[in-house]
């Protein structure tokens, strides 16, 4: 009988989703109740790991949902590579405040700067904001997927409701015609309605040359810049220079290599 108490509480936790409720209140209390703290105390610290534990497990799932080819802190980025690079700028659109404010991102400069890296995604994610991750190719190649399966609606939904949506590589590919129509549709549909991150190696005025139409690319860039951020992250390529710092090392270095950017 002196077990019925802890199953049923054991049970309505569960019924009420509190797993760390559940896996703490017992040490917790024995705590609380050597450091003399009443029962409001012990309720504050429970809901406090209960909170934080809730907020670890939605950065999480925001994580795995936005399908990041890497996870990448901006800790760990490299600024000093990339001198062209606003760092202030950079660490002030890592609070994410431009999300909330439906402003974009352009992040322009050659292979291997880190375009990728400073998507921003992960600080985003960090933030409890859904982030969507696609280059711009594999983009283009799921809208016709869905068009062709009678489904390009649904898609289209699903990357409208994004808060942020990253589309990298953009200018790598030249895109159909029908491709480079589809893209600008989600360029249209977000206008306003969220944030769209993109990254390029082509200066603006060779767009043309990814669209095939001035017409369509000045319709693109029309609503993509109205609120915009540009990084101009011209340089060195990262990945090259990291190549080149190995091949000259003695082979008894063992030094551990800097992330590598993208």
Not at 178 to 188: D, P, Q, R
Not at 210 to 221: I, K, P, Y
Request: with cysteine; aromatic share 6%.
């Amino acid at each position: 009988m002196t077990d019925t108490p802890q199953l049923l509480l054991a049970h309505h936790l569960k019924a009420l989703k509190l797993p760390t409720f559940l896996r703490e209140y017992d040490k917790l209390a024995r705590q609380c109740a050597a450091e003399g703290l009443d029962h409001i105390r012990f309720l504050l610290r429970l809901a406090e790991l209960e909170l934080i534990e809730r907020e670890r497990r939605m950065v999480e799932r925001r994580i795995k949902e936005a399908r990041f080819p890497a996870v990448k802190s901006l800790d760990s980025f490299d600024f000093a590579a990339i001198p062209s690079l606003n760092k202030t700028m950079v660490l002030e659109l890592a609070r994410s405040e431009y999300v909330t404010r439906r402003e974009n991102i352009i992040a322009v400069g050659n292979s291997g700067t880190g375009k990728t890296h400073i998507g921003l995604g992960l600080a985003a994610c960090q933030k409890g904001l859904s982030v969507g991750f696609y280059t711009a190719a594999a983009l283009v190649h799921e809208l016709l997927e869905a068009r062709d399966e009678k489904r390009l609606l649904r898609l289209q939904r699903q990357l409208a409701g994004y808060k942020l949506l990253i589309i990298d590589e953009l200018g790598y590919v030249p895109l159909s015609q029908t491709g480079a129509e589809l893209l600008f549709e989600v360029f249209s549909q977000r206008y306003e309605r969220g944030s769209t991150v993109v990254t390029s190696n082509l200066p603006f005025d060779e767009w043309t040359s990814v669209f095939g139409s001035e017409r369509l690319t000045g319709a693109l860039l029309d609503p993509l810049t109205h609120h915009v951020h540009i990084l101009q992250m011209n340089g060195d390529s990262y990945r090259l220079s990291q190549s080149k710092r190995r091949s000259r090392r003695p082979s008894s270095d063992t030094s551990v290599d800097h992330p590598t950017q993208t």
